[in-house]
């Protein structure tokens, strides 16, 4: 068993771990220590029920000593026995309403992974840096007890650091998760594996940051995609695989980039001259074929080559993680520093999609092929629920034009 002096002297991994209170019992559960990356230890209740798993947080140490800790882990297994032997009945809200804010969104992103959502892993990222190391009370309250002013005060937090967009995309993310908890534990057709307790979601009280999301506006100069497709492969710093995919992203006339890094040699045909991406891989959840333009191929060779030489699934995976692809700040960081090696001017990967859009409407390709070509949803009732066709000649077209646009630039800017 634990002592105090033990307890005290427990010190931060780079991943969390625990450490039991065992006092070898057995069909009692057990009290456990979570020791978190942040430092932060937290005590918990572990039992199983029906062979599955369940855990009641306990709280942080040292608010909650070890003696309390073990109190209410005995109260705990006390009322388990009870309830075993009937001698107390109660609702399954009551019996069930335990986790903190952390389960609710580790359990919010075990359901994106289950759905084979690839966001899954940017999503939990985003809560574990946003929430869990800066504020770890918040992350050990329950989810029923955390108010509009918790969400408040946190995204409030960020902006004081300076954090705009991000801090839009943490609320959006908060939304989702407890919508999801609300409707996977009050819809009838759905097993909720917990009942959270929840009755209204806190952060729609919140409202984003508006002026965040401005429209942007620049559109690139034919120099400045020029020196990039030339100088970005001669950046220190850079790596091997993200200066090609921001080539590839050029080449594609601005394909999303997250969705670019999550691709799989499987997606990639380079006989049929598509990149043809499963409904999971998108933002909108649909499939999309992209074709595979002159300036696209030679790139998407030697990524190709290079994952099947390493035997990766994918063409930029993460370098901790083979099994995952690298994260977007990872490119964007890429990107920053070709730049400020070249001192060019700021742009980014979405001026390069906006570029595109632009030039395409100039050479008169109508707006949705250009729209179809990025893959945009398509609202409309006809291409909802009636128009099956998959406008790939029109795709190619669009390709083409953006390929002639770009070996002209490439052109006029080569060294004399």
Known sequence: MLTDKQ????????KEYIVSDDDRSRGNGRLVLRVRPSGTKTWEYRYFVNGRRRKRALGTYPEVSLVQARQASSESAEVRAARKGGLIVESRSSAQTTGNLGELLEAYVEDLRRRKKRSADEVLASFRRWIERPMPDLWETRADQVTATDIRDLLAHHIRRGLTTGTNRLRAYLHAAYQWGLT??????????RVWGLTVNPVAAVPAQADYERPG???????????????????????????????????????????????????????????????????????????????ARPVLDVLVAQARLDGHELLCPASHDPGTSARLNSLTT??????????????TLRDVRRTAKTVLGQQGIPKDHRDRLHGHAMTDVSSRHYDRYDYLAEKREAMAAWDAWLSAILDSEAPK
């Not at 307890?7 to 780079?14: E, I, S």
């Not at 520093?337 to 070249?342: A, E, K, L």
């Open 334 to 347: 890429a990107l920053q520093i070709y730049r400020d090696r070249w001192e060019r001017p700021t742009w």
């Open 7 to 14: 307890v005290r002297g427990l010190k931060p991994k780079d």
């Open 217 to 295: 506006e620049r559109v690139l100069a034919g120099g400045d995609l020029a020196h990039a497709w030339r100088y970005l492969t001669e950046s220190p710093g850079l790596g091997w695989r993200f200066p090609r995919m921001i080539k590839l992203a050029i080449a594609t006339a601005g394909q999303r980039p997250s969705m670019l890094l999550r691709l799989r040699v499987q997606d990639v045909d380079l006989e049929k001259g598509v990149i043809d991406i499963p409904g999971g891989a998108t933002k909108t959840g649909v499939a999309h074929v992209v074709p595979i333009g002159q300036h």
């Open 184 to 193: 996977n534990e009050n819809n009838p057709r759905l097993a909720a594996d």
